[in-house]
T-cell receptor
Framework: GNSVTQMEGPVTLSEEAFLTINCTYT??????LFWYVQYPGEGLQLLLK?????DKGSNKGFEATYRKETTSFHLEKGSVQVSDSAVYFC????????????FGQGTTLQVKP | NAGVTQTPKFQVLKTGQSMTLQCAQD?????MSWYRQDPGMGLRLIHY???????DQGEVPNGYNVSRSTTEDFPLRLLSAAPSQTSVYFC????????????FGSGTRLTVV
């Protein structure tokens, strides 16, 4: 079945450091891929998405490229801020009839001043 | 727009009690889902719906019922609460297809004692 694997956290970085959170997936066909962010005490917000191979999703300085050859969708940001501290979830949707999302376990990012 | 509205935000139940978690969306989305979030386990799908009158089970449906009488509303019923149902519950909605991405509510934190 379809699945998503994320790097385990927590990830602790200093402000202005480069961020990479790894995400790999297993799926049949051509799923859509998503990154969601959850700030403390809040629900999940869609951060970015990509719907076909080689697409790059971007938002708020974050980027991720849909790599079908490596089945990956790694999240990157060139310079993190304290306000980026949150839990990040990678997800895929491979069923267009239901749109069901399959989530990774989540990666906690803590950015220190 | 309000987006996805969940009520209540917090709830404490005694073992064996029943209750309904409310979810409403104002985006005319066909797809709606309920997830539970537990530490270290990410988000797990409880039930989902692809339109009014149509519901199906997700990964962890036992102990929960749903119905979808209107496009806007998708309540989740706990039939006889158990401590294992202590969790944070999220409702989400999406347009049709697999590339839309879900919009999440702010969650209900449920404690069963």
């Amino acid at each position: 079945g379809n699945s998503v694997t994320q790097m385990e956290g927590p990830v602790t970085l200093s402000e202005e450091a480069f961020l990479t959170i790894n995400c790999t997936y297993t799926a049949t066909g051509y799923p859509s891929l998503f990154w969601y962010v959850q700030y403390p005490g809040e629900g999940l917000q869609l951060l970015l998405k990509a719907t076909k191979a080689d697409d790059k999703g971007s938002n708020k300085g974050f980027e991720a490229t849909y790599r079908k050859e490596t089945t990956s969708f790694h999240l990157e940001k060139g310079s993190v801020q304290v306000s980026d501290s949150a839990v990040y979830f990678c997800a895929l949707s491979g069923d267009s009839n239901t749109g069901k999302l399959i989530f990774g376990q989540g990666t906690t990012l803590q950015v220190k001043p | 727009n309000a987006g996805v509205t969940q009520t209540p935000k917090f709830q404490v139940l005694k073992t064996g009690q029943s209750m309904t978690l409310q979810c409403a969306q104002d985006m005319n989305h066909e797809y709606m889902s309920w997830y539970r979030q537990d530490p270290g386990m990410g988000l797990r799908l409880i039930h989902y719906s692809v339109g009014a009158g149509i519901t199906d089970q997700g990964e962890v449906p036992n102990g929960y019922n749903v119905s979808r009488s209107t496009t806007e509303d998708f309540p989740l019923r706990l039939l006889s609460a158990a401590p294992s149902q202590t969790s944070v519950y999220f409702c989400a909605s999406s347009g049709t297809g697999s590339s839309y991405g879900y919009t999440f509510g702010s969650g209900t934190r449920l404690t069963v004692v």
